[in-house]
């Protein structure tokens, strides 16, 4: 066998080759044409490779995977706890990579967990959500721009009247100084434009969320679950297949925290950092919804009120709802407080709007 270990940055990447008799070499390559033929070169079937995960690493695995006998996707965090090199190069980082893999391999024990690596769709979806996510941070630091503006000139409008479709023309109009004019005006058309962007990529990820109708249509029989957050979800865990059980599952969506147990003492730490966490981030805005809408979290959450702080216990809350997310996708049944008129026009608002952009679907039954 054979080992490779490669330190991966955005222009360029190193690379440390064990071979059978114990040889090592490390060579730079620079990410282009050239160079990368080179480096095919030096590739046989032979060959296992490990890889730091990073915002290439997706794509440059693409390039190599037919070319070797398999590829290791390591995970960054992991590897983190597991060094005891202070000294850090390019060199000294692929090296670890090189060895590590030799260990694992040798010993046939899993010493690093090889990342997933989700299908192209998958992908796509991840990259439309980190730029939504982008878009509504601008919006949203946008509108808290205009709104202070409007305060400095003593007009304390509500953001909701601000930003009324019917008042933003109004708004516009107002007596105010030309400096304060002008800067109401740049703003309201950069929110117009972000807006309509935020819009097109909302779109997109309809469109792509297509491939996934039936587990879409699951997720959204859940009160408080949107197409974009059933969506969303599946961006973020690609596959039920993947997990286990509902601990494993929840933990990867960042909503579990971690245990530091030693000795007689046990210690609750911070949630881990080894999954996603876009899924996270939108059950956490609609918390109240989720508590509301079902009387088995309601009672629940009223319970343990007294004795728990409110950012644990919002945690707490978003772990069982994801437990409940888990046992819906791997049994694929509806959420047994299912509202079926309301879930039904959730679903009917997602097919029409495919229907409107001429694409062909087959309706859930």
Same mark, same amino acid.
């Given at each position: 066998?054979?080992?490779?270990?490669?330190?991966?940055?955005?222009?360029?990447?190193?690379?440390?080759?064990?071979?059978?008799?114990?040889?090592?070499?490390?060579?730079?390559?620079?990410?282009?044409?050239?160079?990368?033929?080179?480096?095919?070169?030096?590739?046989?079937?032979?060959?296992?490779?490990?890889?730091?995960?990073?915002?290439?690493?997706?794509?440059?695995?693409?390039?190599?995977?037919d070319?070797?006998?398999?590829?290791?996707?390591?995970?960054?965090?992991?590897?983190?706890?597991?060094?005891?090199?202070?000294?850090?190069?390019?060199?000294?980082?692929?090296?670890?990579?090189?060895?590590? #893999?030799?260990?694992?391999?040798?010993?046939? %024990?899993? $010493?690093?967990?090889? @990342?997933?690596?989700? *299908?192209? =769709? &998958?992908?796509?979806?991840?990259s439309?959500?980190?730029?939504?996510?982008l878009?509504?941070?601008?919006?949203?630091?946008?509108?808290?721009?205009?709104?202070?503006?409007l305060?400095?000139?003593?007009?304390?409008?509500?953001?909701?009247?601000?930003?009324?479709?019917?008042?933003?023309?109004?708004?516009?109009?107002?007596?105010?100084?030309?400096?304060?004019?002008?800067? #109401?005006?740049?703003?309201?058309n950069q929110? %117009?434009? $972000?807006?309509k962007? @935020?819009?097109?990529? *909302?779109? =997109? &990820?309809?469109?792509?969320?297509?491939?996934?109708?039936?587990?879409?249509?699951?997720?959204?029989?859940?009160?408080?679950?949107?197409?974009?957050?059933?969506?969303?979800?599946?961006?973020?865990?690609?596959?039920?297949?993947?997990?286990?059980?509902?601990?494993?599952?929840t933990?990867?969506?960042?909503?579990?925290?971690?245990?530091?147990?030693?000795?007689?003492?046990?210690?609750?730490t911070?949630?881990?950092?080894?999954?996603?966490k876009?899924?996270?981030?939108?059950?956490?805005?609609?918390?109240?919804?989720?508590?509301?809408?079902?009387?088995?979290?309601?009672?629940?959450?009223?319970?343990?009120?007294?004795s728990?702080?409110?950012?644990?216990?919002?945690?707490?809350?978003?772990?069982?709802?994801?437990?409940?997310?888990?046992?819906?996708?791997?049994k694929?049944?509806?959420?047994?407080?299912?509202?079926?008129?309301?879930?039904?026009?959730?679903?009917?608002?997602?097919?029409?709007?495919?229907a409107?952009?001429?694409?062909?679907?087959?309706?859930?039954?």
């Amino acid at each position: 066998m054979k080992f490779l270990g490669i330190d991966l940055h955005s222009n360029r990447f190193t690379c440390c080759f064990i071979y059978d008799d114990g040889f090592k070499k490390i060579s730079t390559f620079n990410i282009d044409p050239d160079s990368l033929k080179n480096f095919y070169s030096l590739l046989d079937e032979n060959m296992y490779v490990m890889i730091e995960a990073s915002t290439n690493t997706f794509k440059f695995v693409e390039l190599i995977r037919d070319r070797v006998r398999d590829v290791f996707v390591a995970n960054t965090h992991k590897l983190r706890l597991i060094s005891m090199v202070n000294k850090k190069t390019d060199r000294i980082d692929a090296e670890k990579l090189a060895i590590f #893999l030799k260990m694992q391999l040798v010993s046939g %024990e899993e $010493l690093i967990k090889s @990342v997933y690596i989700p *299908e192209q =769709r &998958i992908q796509d979806l991840r990259s439309l959500f980190t730029s939504y996510k982008l878009i509504k941070k601008e919006i949203g630091a946008i509108k808290n721009r205009i709104h202070s503006i409007l305060r400095q000139n003593l007009y304390p409008f509500t953001k909701e009247y601000i930003f009324g479709k019917k008042n933003r023309e109004v708004i516009q109009n107002l007596d105010m100084d030309d400096v304060a004019d002008f800067q #109401l005006h740049f703003f309201f058309n950069q929110l %117009e434009q $972000l807006e309509k962007g @935020v819009q097109e990529i *909302e779109d =997109r &990820i309809y469109i792509i969320g297509l491939e996934y109708t039936k587990e879409i249509d699951i997720l959204t029989s859940m009160k408080g679950i949107s197409v974009m957050t059933a969506i969303a979800i599946i961006a973020d865990i690609a596959t039920i297949e993947r997990f286990p059980n509902s601990k494993n599952f929840t933990s990867y969506l960042r909503s579990a925290p971690g245990i530091d147990s030693s000795n007689e003492t046990t210690r609750v730490t911070k949630t881990t950092k080894f999954g996603r966490k876009l899924s996270v981030t939108l059950i956490s805005q609609s918390l109240n919804h989720f508590r509301d809408s079902n009387t088995k979290f309601s009672r629940w959450y009223n319970n343990k009120t007294p004795s728990h702080s409110k950012g644990k216990l919002s945690l707490a809350l978003c772990r069982r709802v994801f437990a409940e997310i888990y046992q819906m996708l791997n049994k694929e049944e509806y959420h047994y407080f299912r509202d079926e008129e309301f879930h039904n026009k959730k679903m009917d608002k997602y097919y029409n709007f495919l229907a409107k952009n001429g694409i062909v679907f087959k309706k859930i039954a």
